[in-house]
């Protein structure tokens, strides 16, 4: 089929150019629901065209599910860079604040695209909905491992009950504006509902 736009494609190294579709996508995810984006709009952005993103992605919920993973894997990975510099010694409580705080910036660099799954339930594809079911038990396991050794029924119910507080007040937040000068409530609120469930941060 003939191309209707006159835009030069770019030519690219695979790498380089998986990473622009990806990057494309990422945009397009982030102002609009997943439905309302089309291949077609991220072949533009990517200067590329439909057919060349299905030689890297197998259709639109592939290229999402995508899109979701490596958001996830960055925002875990910069929590984890910001425990790892904290000096030896912080107590986990103030462990917990550092990811707090980042993925509150995380969530204020793209709180339309971060809120969408919660304001429209079912809305994503499985592929996304799977990242994400995945993405929470790893978190929930890397605030266990920074408790340390515990079994307990009550913690595990404890860290689980924090990711729903977390949802909660985020979208709340989120709905206010994401405005910074709240911020810090949030985040001495999430730590209380994290300390009360627990009831004692070595429990």
């Known amino acids: 089929m003939a191309r209707t736009d006159s835009r ?18 990422a945009a397009a ?11 077609a709009d991220v072949a533009e952005g990517a200067r590329a065209s439909t057919p060349l993103v299905y030689r890297y992605f197998h259709g639109k919920e592939d290229l999402y ?7 996830v894997g960055a925002l875990m990975d910069r929590q984890a ?10 107590p986990v409580r103030d462990r917990i604040r550092t990811a707090t705080i980042v993925y509150l ?14 304001r429209r339930p079912g809305s994503e594809p499985a592929g996304a909905a799977r990242v994400r079911a995945r993405a929470r038990s790893d978190y929930v396991e890397r605030l266990g491992r920074l408790l340390g050794p515990g079994a307990q029924p009550r913690r595990r119910y404890a860290l689980w009950g924090y990711l729903g507080f977390i949802d909660a007040a985020c979208l709340h937040w989120v709905e206010r504006g994401c405005p910074d000068e709240e ?11 994290l300390e009360g469930g627990l009831g004692d941060w070595a429990a």
């Open 8 to 25: 030069p494609r770019l030519r690219l190294d695979p790498d380089a150019r998986r990473e622009a579709i990806l990057r494309s996508a």
């Open 29 to 39: 995810f982030a102002e609009r629901p997943y439905a309302e984006v089309t291949l």
């Open 65 to 71: 599910a995508q899109v979701v993973r490596e958001s």
């Open 81 to 90: 860079r910001a425990i790892d510099a904290l000096p030896d010694g912080v």
């Open 105 to 118: 910036d995380h969530i204020a660099a793209h709180p339309g695209a971060w809120a969408m799954p919660l």
């Open 183 to 193: 911020r810090w409530g949030l985040v001495d609120a999430a730590l209380g509902a």
